[in-house]
């Protein structure tokens, strides 16, 4: 699957103050995946996964509701960030697929890391930055 990269200075996020631990998908010996909630998922280099809850407030009238998205953020520290508060994301990316028996695509959205209220928050790439 391809990322699609997101110029996330022309999308407008609203945090909703949740941020919880990515879980792992273990196989079970039927062949099926479960989430365990025991175990934090983590990034190829061993750093732990975090979803940020968020609201997409985009201007479109013909929309009937508002959408609630989670991005993924690897980061050592768990990202903070302000309830109702806007949050920007760096390195946004979109992957777009088709759920197995569904007929309508669905999207997950990752990020290199988190910025709330202007401060970088969490992020490999922040954190990368401040080693520099």
């Not at 479960?34 to 996964?49: F, M, V």
């Not at 994301?89 to 309508?104: D, H, I, S, T, W």
């Not at 959205?109 to 930055?129: E, H, Q």
């Amino acid at each position: 699957m391809r990322n699609l990269p997101i110029d996330a200075t022309k999308v407008e996020f609203v945090s909703t103050g949740k941020v919880l631990a990515k879980p792992l998908y273990v196989e079970l010996s039927d062949g099926t995946k479960k989430a365990d909630r025991n175990q934090q998922a983590k990034d190829n280099d061993g750093c732990p996964l975090w979803t940020v809850d968020c609201i997409d407030t985009a201007d479109d009238d013909e929309s009937r509701r508002a959408e609630t998205i989670g991005v993924t953020v690897a980061s050592h520290d768990k990202p903070q960030v302000a309830k109702f508060q806007p949050v920007r994301f760096e390195g946004l990316v979109a992957n777009c697929y088709l759920p197995k028996g569904q007929r309508f695509p669905a999207f997950t959205f990752r990020a290199t890391g988190v910025a709330s209220g202007g401060s970088a928050a969490a992020g490999k790439a922040t954190k990368a930055a401040e080693a520099a």
